[in-house]
């Protein structure tokens, strides 16, 4: 299957993409006035085919939720059995990723593909989250494992293990798009999975460990250059191969690092844009990338996360954020948050009229 997936990955249609910047020289505006939103206007058409796009609705968040073993070397200060509360509470829908999917009108979708504790049982929504359909999460369980292994003393997963993270992220985004999703939006869990972050992206990027290393949750000083330390020495011990996209997500990754991974594949091979949200999502597209670099056209940057890690990897894979509003929540916030701003960008080439049509004279 992901051979077949890649296979699929086509880079952008010129003619689209020519189509869609002829157009915006008509609207009634002034040439390049929409400055960013002109650019992604252009790169969906190309994505798409046509001109203009579709619109990218409706919108489907997929958290992807996992636990890592590095959390016994004290990386984090929050205990690991936080990621098997939360997603009781994204399906209870009392998270703040439900909160802005309401607002969005997006579903959510949550992928247990490696939550190291059992999961709670949803309880009912409180009067905030007003039923419907959107509010009423689900869940996929995929657990291919409990928990990575710790991977600053061994590979935290085997290529098998990692492949199955991969393949069930491409399934999740063939079964959202089938059924009827215009774009998907990344979400993640797993406490502790900002250090597999940090490391994937000094390895597909070639940074120092201490330049995409992040606070994560907020750690303090003593444990963020313990963090920074693991990070070093997890690339010196297993040494990943960027050329190895698979070797390197099983050396040093997360189970929800390779099902986003997956889950770009599995849309960029069917056209459709994802929307990344934070540091989490931006690591797992550098592995997208190294599989199938045309993969990247499919990508749009939701919003610059505060840890640093996010903006290495977006000069990497040449993606301008949507928004910087110092975010570092993960779960799909800061891309439900930039969702209206491409949707917008898409509805330009839609609804505004051209020149001759308005009777509007050009300068």
Same mark, same amino acid.
């Given at each position: 299957?992901?051979?077949?997936?890649?296979?699929?990955?086509?880079?952008?249609?010129?003619?689209?993409?020519?189509?869609?910047?002829?157009? !915006?020289?008509?609207?009634?505006?002034?040439?390049?006035?929409?400055?960013?939103?002109?650019?992604?206007?252009?790169?969906?058409?190309?994505?798409?085919?046509?001109?203009?796009?579709?619109?990218?609705?409706?919108?489907?968040?997929?958290?992807?939720?996992?636990? !890592?073993?590095?959390?016994?070397?004290? &990386?984090?200060?929050?205990?690991?059995?936080?990621?098997?509360?939360?997603?009781?509470?994204?399906? +209870?829908? @009392?998270? &703040?990723?439900?909160?802005?999917?309401?607002?969005?009108?997006?579903?959510?979708?949550?992928?247990?593909?490696?939550?190291?504790?059992?999961?709670?049982?949803?309880?009912?929504?409180?009067?905030?989250?007003?039923? #419907?359909?959107? %509010?009423?999460?689900?869940?996929?369980?995929?657990?291919?494992?409990?928990?990575?292994?710790?991977?600053?003393?061994?590979?935290?997963?085997?290529?098998?293990?990692?492949?199955?993270?991969?393949?069930?992220?491409?399934?999740?985004?063939?079964?959202?798009?089938?059924?009827? +999703?215009?774009?998907?939006?990344?979400?993640?869990?797993?406490? @502790?999975?900002?250090?597999?972050?940090?490391?994937?992206?000094?390895?597909?990027?070639?940074? %120092?460990?201490?330049?995409?290393? @992040?606070?994560?949750?907020?750690?303090?000083?003593?444990?963020?250059? !313990?963090?920074?330390?693991?990070?070093? +020495?997890?690339?010196?011990?297993?040494?990943?191969?960027?050329?190895?996209?698979?070797? &390197?997500?099983?050396?040093? @990754?997360?189970?929800?690092?390779?099902?986003?991974?997956?889950?770009?594949?599995?849309?960029?091979?069917?056209?459709?844009?994802?929307?990344?949200?934070?540091?989490?999502?931006? #690591?797992?597209?550098?592995?997208?990338?190294?599989?199938?670099?045309?993969?990247?056209? +499919?990508?749009?940057?939701?919003?610059?996360?505060?840890?640093?890690?996010?903006?290495?990897?977006?000069?990497?894979?040449?993606?301008?954020?949507?928004?910087?509003?110092?975010?570092?929540?993960?779960?799909?916030?800061?891309?439900?948050?930039?969702?209206?701003?491409?949707?917008?960008? &898409?509805?330009?080439?839609?609804?505004?009229?051209?020149? %001759? #049509?308005?009777?509007?004279?050009?300068?």
């Amino acid at each position: 299957m992901l051979e077949t997936t890649t296979s699929a990955i086509r880079p952008p249609d010129e003619a689209a993409m020519a189509a869609a910047r002829e157009l !915006h020289g008509r609207l009634t505006k002034p040439a390049g006035s929409l400055g960013l939103l002109e650019d992604l206007s252009v790169r969906l058409a190309g994505l798409a085919g046509v001109c203009p796009p579709p619109l990218p609705e409706p919108a489907a968040v997929a958290i992807f939720a996992g636990d !890592h073993g590095v959390h016994a070397q004290g &990386v984090t200060p929050w205990p690991q059995e936080v990621t098997a509360q939360m997603i009781g509470n994204f399906l +209870a829908g @009392g998270a &703040v990723v439900n909160a802005f999917a309401r607002q969005a009108g997006a579903s959510v979708t949550v992928v247990d593909v490696g939550v190291a504790h059992p999961l709670p049982a949803p309880e009912p929504a409180g009067s905030a989250a007003p039923a #419907s359909d959107l %509010d009423t999460p689900r869940l996929i369980e995929a657990s291919v494992r409990r928990g990575t292994r710790d991977l600053s003393v061994t590979a935290a997963l085997t290529r098998h293990e990692a492949l199955a993270a991969v393949l069930t992220g491409i399934r999740v985004a063939d079964e959202l798009i089938d059924a009827g +999703a215009g774009i998907l939006l990344t979400g993640d869990m797993g406490i @502790g999975n900002t250090t597999p972050a940090a490391a994937l992206i000094a390895a597909f990027t070639g940074v %120092d460990p201490l330049d995409c290393t @992040g606070r994560g949750t907020g750690v303090d000083d003593e444990t963020y250059a !313990h963090k920074v330390a693991v990070v070093r +020495a997890a690339l010196a011990r297993h040494t990943p191969d960027p050329a190895d996209p698979l070797g &390197v997500l099983a050396a040093v @990754g997360g189970l929800e690092h390779a099902a986003l991974a997956g889950l770009i594949l599995g849309a960029a091979a069917r056209r459709t844009p994802v929307l990344l949200d934070g540091v989490i999502a931006v #690591s797992a597209a550098l592995a997208a990338a190294a599989f199938a670099p045309d993969a990247v056209a +499919a990508m749009v940057a939701g919003h610059r996360s505060a840890e640093p890690g996010a903006t290495v990897a977006l000069r990497h894979l040449g993606l301008d954020p949507l928004v910087d509003l110092g975010l570092r929540l993960g779960e799909g916030t800061g891309a439900l948050l930039a969702l209206p701003v491409v949707t917008g960008a &898409v509805r330009v080439l839609h609804e505004v009229a051209t020149f %001759d #049509s308005a009777g509007v004279a050009e300068k």
